[in-house]
DNA sequence: TAATTTTTGTTCATTAATAAACAAAAGTTG
DNA sequence: CAACTTTTGTTTATTAATGAACAAAAATTA
């Protein structure tokens, strides 16, 4: 990969930073581009040289952010750990756990569904790669199965933020390890 | 005055508090040109932009933070408070003890002498300005006084903080103040 | 001491960020 | 609703920072 300009690296740094912070402090409609560039102590010309719009840059933030929890509960593993999905369940709350702040203000954000829909759309992936490598049972192979499956999954994890992580990760992935084996979601 | 390009700024800030994190960490001539573009995450020749070499360097960041120290002694003084010595006395050991990283450092780090000197330079424009206005007692107005006094004061500031300060700064001042007296050194 | 590596100070062409200005859109106020 | 203020998105000329290269100096190593 190009090695990119430091000053790039240091500016959405600095967007990406003020941004986290304001949505942690009020709603997203409340902040403007304006706002993003005070708390970043950088030119508002300057956002839009690498964002279009404040909705692009929470759009690119999400993505990134949930780009390095995939990362980080896939990087560490072999082949086959990665398609284990306890595996990956634990990484994920510790993840969560980690960026707290961050995945916090994101979803007790009023006005921002986008976040939710990410979560949806990745765990979808998620399951169909599951699918598609035979890990899991054949019988929820249809798309009813698969959107009530990844709505579940996903509404118990942000349940878990926004009432301030009320249980452990180790505990979280348990019990979502538990419910799916209950099921007999996995194959053995 | 004219306000300063925000790149410039910020570039400065960055070199300084590399500097500084780096004269805690070894003595100044350990420490190369690289090692601050490297803690500062700047280019090594944006440096030379700023700053002819590292003498220079260390030269205008003791230049900054003692000025600063006595903005912050004088700033929220009338003018006659300015000049009364124990106004200035107890916000003097107030502000080493709040940057006591940055002072510290520069006391413990071998191979400066400049942050010393400057010290005492500093001190003798004081007690001139002090005769000048006829706060200090006449009798004292001749060079070896000047140089006694200076060094005495600056030997017992820079003892405190290399000493990681034993003393509160009130108890400090109070001394100080107690010794100027026993002296007569200053005019009623 | 000689060979080797690191650091220095400088140059250069290129790129990113800047301040300032602007009209249009959106939001707020009386 | 109209007057007003704030925010937006874009443009422009200018400046600062960048990475890369280089030879010389200094420091390190054998």
Not at 79 to 108: A, D, Q, T, V
């Amino acid at each position: 990969m190009p090695k990119v300009d430091r000053r790039i690296m240091k500016t959405k740094e600095a967007i990406n930073n003020a941004f986290i912070q304001l949505m942690s402090e009020r709603d997203f409609n409340k902040i403007t581009i304006n706002d993003i560039s005070e708390r970043a102590n950088i030119n508002r010309g300057t956002i839009y040289l690498h964002y279009t719009d404040k909705f692009d840059l929470l759009d690119k933030c999400i993505d990134e952010h949930l780009g390095n929890m995939l990362n980080f509960c896939t990087s560490t593993k072999t082949g086959e750990e990665r398609l284990n999905i306890f595996h990956s369940l634990l990484p994920m709350f510790k993840y969560f756990e980690e960026n707290y702040l961050l995945y916090s203000s994101m979803l007790s954000n009023k006005g921002i569904s986008c976040f939710h829909d990410k979560m949806i759309r990745m765990s979808i992936n998620g399951i169909n790669e599951l699918i598609n490598t035979g890990k899991i049972n054949q019988e929820y192979n249809k798309d009813v199965d698969i959107q009530f499956m990844a709505s579940a999954f996903v509404g118990t994890v942000e349940w878990w933020i926004k009432n301030d992580m009320p249980h452990s990760p180790q505990f979280m992935a348990q019990q979502l390890w538990n419910i799916f084996e209950r099921n007999q979601l996995f194959n053995p």
